[in-house]
């Protein structure tokens, strides 16, 4: 069974820090993916992966940066947190070809 | 880059009816198409998916139609239950390899089936 487990379900964080949110797969996938959701405007994609130390920016990548040093770890850094960042961060997997894309159970986080 | 519309953004209905969600999308290089559901506080997983080679697909109450020339596909579910209440994504990808398998994503369909 794959698991898609992310570091904090809930992560309360001051204006300026520096936040790391941490992504781990058990399944030898090559792709992970950052995602934050928002009410109404869906899942969007900030970065992915699709190898390691490798990465691409999605659609809104800005403040954001990742880190790739093992497959199965995909981290997403706040650089210095805004309050525009408070939202629910989403991780994801998935090998190539027609398979399964798997999520993590999410990080709600709160930057005051 | 790939862009998917998604209709309606919420939709209600009455148990035992049935609900359409219905997607389209703009590259024509797309040819993975999955669905996904979220119900409230969990993670999205996916409920059913079709590729580009098939029109339909069905899985019990839930099936997927695709229509490529149009750049649509939609989800039924027929004989709503409550516990089909939640969000529907539909999305969209690819499948060339290397930094192409990314999914792009509806913006969701919130669906209520209401006793």
């Known amino acids: 069974d794959v698991k898609v487990t992310q570091s904090s379900r809930y992560l309360v964080k001051r204006t300026g820090e520096k936040v790391f949110l941490e992504c781990v797969q058990d399944?030898?996938?090559?792709?992970m993916f950052w995602y934050r959701q928002d009410p109404g405007l869906g899942l969007r994609l900030i970065y992915f992966?699709?190898?390691?130390?490798?990465?691409e920016k999605g659609d809104i990548p800005e403040g954001y940066s990742v880190s790739r040093e093992k497959k199965e770890r995909f981290s997403l850094i706040l650089e210095s947190a805004s309050t525009n960042q408070t939202s629910m961060y989403l991780c994801?997997?998935?090998?190539?070809?027609?398979?399964?894309?798997?999520f993590g159970p999410g990080t709600r986080l709160t930057v005051l | 880059g790939e862009n998917v519309e998604q209709h309606p953004s919420t939709l209600s209905v009455q148990e035992g009816d049935s609900a359409v969600i219905k997607c389209t999308y703009s590259?024509?290089?797309?040819?993975?198409f999955p669905w996904y559901k979220q119900e409230l506080g969990k993670r999205p997983q996916l409920i059913i998916d079709?590729?580009?080679?098939?029109g339909e697909k069905k899985d019990q109450r839930i099936a997927v139609t695709l229509n490529k020339t149009a750049k649509h596909f939609s989800l039924h579910i027929t004989e709503t239950q409550p516990e089909d209440s939640a969000v529907y994504f539909c999305?969209?990808?690819?499948?060339?390899?290397?930094?192409?398998?990314?999914?792009?994503f509806g913006k969701g369909t919130l669906l209520t089936v209401n006793p």
């Open positions: 079709i590729r580009s080679n098939v």
């Open positions: 399944m030898d996938h090559e792709n």
């Open positions: 590259d024509s290089a797309s040819n993975y």
């Open positions: 994801a997997s998935r090998t190539g070809g027609w398979n399964t894309q798997y």
């Open positions: 999305a969209a990808s690819p499948n060339s390899g290397g930094s192409n398998y990314k999914l792009t």
């Open positions: 992966s699709y190898d390691v130390k490798m990465k």
